[in-house]
């Protein structure tokens, strides 16, 4: 039964045209890079966007924490440049999951204001998780719980809609949370959320809980894949400073695949000198990219 099902598979329209129309299109996929402003070097926002622009990265990354008062500084420092804004961390206070309700007062009202600012900023989303191992009282993991979530989040997305972005949902690995650490969780949650405002991200450094960053960032596609975070991949630094172990190739063959068009984004630590190792990790993944 397995192989004749297999032959059936093979043999079918879907499966043909799926993989002749994604080795056609993956050449002419981009690698759009972005760094987030943390990681990025400068004593000043134009000093950080001089560095992306000197690197001929067109994606910048910054924390939700004060976005709304940043919009007029950020979009006046972007003009003229070939930079956008790409997904916003976080930054929002208290947690969706919350069962204290000031705590989820604190979420509901501090996460709209991020992303009222993130629709302006023309930013592809605002990246979120709905619970941290250490945030308590949490509600419990549960289906009840997850149907909570799908309706908190439902307003959330259409919300996020009406101001021209998205939310994002973040797989974390199971050290930091107890709730969703699989890209494909994060998308079935972004889909049972029932709102196209709502999508999810992969991160290569949380996706150690995965069995293959080719499945992680295909059982998402691109309907939900919204975002990706990159780091090295032993110590969570700059990309290419763990040596051999630092290969996203896998990973970049399904983005190019499903066509992927948003950002991969620098969310990093950095053992060396930050230009230096930027550099050369820039220099790293276009050359992966291309062997993708």
């Given at each position: 039964?397995?192989?004749?099902?297999?032959?059936?598979?093979?043999?079918?329209p879907l499966a043909v045209g799926s993989c002749t129309s994604a080795a056609g299109k993956k050449a002419s996929v981009p690698?759009?890079?972005?760094?987030?402003?943390?990681?990025?070097?400068?004593?000043?926002?134009?000093?950080?966007?001089?560095?992306?622009?000197?690197?001929?990265?067109?994606?910048?990354?910054?924390?939700?924490?004060?976005?709304?008062?940043?919009?007029?500084?950020?979009?006046?420092?972007?003009?003229?440049?070939?930079?956008?804004?790409?997904?916003?961390?976080?930054?929002?206070?208290?947690?969706?999951?919350?069962?204290?309700?000031?705590?989820?007062?604190?979420?509901?009202?501090?996460?709209?204001?991020?992303?009222?600012?993130?629709?302006?900023?023309?930013?592809?989303?605002?990246?979120?998780?709905?619970?941290?191992?250490?945030?308590?009282?949490?509600?419990?993991?549960?289906?009840?719980?997850?149907?909570?979530?799908?309706?908190?989040?439902?307003?959330?997305?259409?919300?996020?809609?009406?101001?021209?972005?998205?939310?994002?949902?973040?797989?974390?690995?199971?050290?930091?949370?107890?709730?969703?650490?699989?890209?494909?969780?994060?998308?079935?949650?972004?889909?049972?959320?029932?709102?196209?405002?709502?999508?999810?991200?992969?991160?290569?450094?949380?996706?150690k809980e995965e069995t293959s960053d080719y499945g992680a960032f295909m059982s998402a596609g691109k309907e939900y894949l919204?975002?990706?975070?990159?780091?090295?991949?032993?110590?969570?630094?700059?990309?290419?400073?763990?040596?051999?172990?630092?290969?996203?190739?896998?990973?970049?063959?399904?983005?190019?695949?499903?066509?992927?068009?948003?950002?991969?984004?620098?969310?990093?630590?950095c053992a060396g000198e930050r230009k230096t190792t930027l550099t050369a990790a820039v220099e790293l993944l276009r050359k992966?990219?291309?062997?993708?």
């Open positions: 039964m397995t192989g004749a099902a297999g032959l059936a598979l093979a043999s079918s690698l759009n890079l972005s760094f987030q402003e943390g990681v990025t070097p400068g004593e000043t926002l134009q000093e950080k966007l001089d560095f992306i622009e000197s690197l001929g990265v067109t994606g910048f990354e910054p924390g939700g924490g004060n976005l709304a008062a940043r919009v007029d500084e950020i979009s006046e420092a972007l003009k003229g440049r070939n930079i956008k804004v790409s997904a916003i961390c976080a930054g929002f206070d208290g947690f969706i999951l919350s069962e204290d309700p000031a705590v989820k007062a604190a979420f509901d009202s501090s996460m709209r204001r991020i992303v009222e600012a993130a629709g302006k900023l023309g930013s592809t989303g605002v990246i979120m998780v709905p619970a941290f191992n250490w945030q308590t009282p949490c509600m419990p993991h549960t289906l009840q719980t997850r149907d909570y979530l799908c309706e908190q989040l439902h307003e959330l997305g259409e919300f996020a809609l009406s101001c021209g972005t998205t939310v994002i949902l973040e797989p974390l690995n199971r050290e930091e949370a107890f709730y969703m650490r699989l890209v494909a969780d994060a998308a079935a949650i972004a889909r049972d959320s029932s709102s196209k405002g709502v999508k999810c991200m992969g991160d290569f450094w949380h996706m919204q975002h990706v975070h990159i780091a090295s991949r032993a110590h969570r630094n700059t990309p290419g400073e763990d040596g051999e172990v630092d290969n996203y190739v896998q990973g970049f063959r399904a983005l190019k695949e499903m066509g992927y068009d948003k950002y991969v984004s620098f969310e990093c630590g992966q990219w291309e062997e993708a």
